[in-house]
């Protein structure tokens, strides 16, 4: 009798605890999306074979692409400072990545062929011209795949990346908890409840910040300016945002960009701590204005 009854303790004991993790998931969405239904800036949308992906277009000329890196709450957005210069120039397309800003976020396998997939098909359906890519970080490999599966779409691929070693990562799955506990991660956020808890720690004000400080340097005015729209952003479109952090902790978003075609002679890098484009976007512009 004792024993059924520690059993049915037990029972209620996680079924309160679940349902209040539950309930402060729902809450953390809920006010996400109060705050910023009136803020929701106006996007165009290319309706994708994965769900609808928002872009934005400014400027006349030859188009240009620009892609923003991989990490909490990112988006297109964070090219805006850069566009105003490339538009006086260019037709400048800014794409929020399928599962960032204000695309979709479907529950689907997130890995690094469908991003280069996604940028050859927004290239071909919605820019259709050849176009030169602009990106960060990770996605950086994804456009140079991009380009080996249809080079004939492409003029040039700029990268602006950290030097090797110095990348600053959305989640370090190489060092603690997720060293030895990152196949019993992942198996985790697939499911509603404790998923959902797994991805509003990583993607909660702290954890964000300390992503931006990496990202841009610590006391960086940039980064704490930006700390809302990173929250907002990995926030906005519920739960199922969880997907895409499954896939990064699985390391299904990798790509090596040395895999790529090695006669990539349109790959351009620039190395750069931080985010240039960000903070000193008018040296950028000239700096890429040398190589297209």
Not at 176 to 192: C, E, N, S, W
Request: aromatic share 14%; hydrophobic share 45%.
């Amino acid at each position: 009798m004792k024993f059924k009854l520690i059993l049915k303790k037990l029972f209620l004991y996680a079924l309160v605890a679940s349902g209040f993790v539950g309930a402060v998931n729902y809450l953390v969405f809920l006010l996400v999306k109060i705050r910023y239904k009136h803020a929701k800036p106006a996007k165009k949308i290319y309706k994708w074979r994965h769900g609808k992906i928002s872009y934005s277009v400014c400027g006349k000329g030859e188009p240009i692409l620009l892609v923003h890196g991989v990490g909490p709450g990112r988006s297109g957005d964070e090219w805006d400072k850069a566009a105003v210069f490339f538009a006086k120039a260019y037709q400048v397309y800014i794409i929020d990545l399928l599962g960032f800003g204000l695309s979709d976020s479907p529950k689907i396998d997130y890995s690094s062929y469908l991003y280069s997939t996604l940028i050859n098909e927004f290239t071909k359906d919605v820019i259709g011209g050849k176009t030169s890519v602009i990106t960060q970080g990770l996605s950086g490999a994804y456009a140079a795949f991009a380009y080996t599966m249809s080079p004939e779409i492409y003029n040039k691929i700029i990268i602006v990346d950290a030097k090797p070693g110095e990348e600053i990562k959305w989640v370090d799955i190489g060092s603690g908890i997720f060293k030895d506990y990152r196949r019993l991660i992942v198996h985790a956020i697939r499911t509603p409840i404790i998923g959902t808890l797994i991805y509003n720690i990583y993607t909660s004000r702290p954890f964000i910040r300390n992503y931006l400080q990496g990202l841009y340097g610590k006391g960086s005015s940039a980064a704490r300016g930006l700390l809302d729209k990173h929250y907002i952003f990995a926030h906005i479109k519920g739960p199922g945002a969880r997907y895409l952090m499954r896939a990064y902790i699985a390391g299904y978003l990798y790509a090596d960009i040395n895999r790529a075609d090695k006669n990539l002679a349109n790959l351009k890098l620039i190395i750069a701590k931080g985010m240039p484009y960000v903070e000193n976007p008018l040296w950028f512009y000239e700096k890429v204005l040398n190589i297209l």
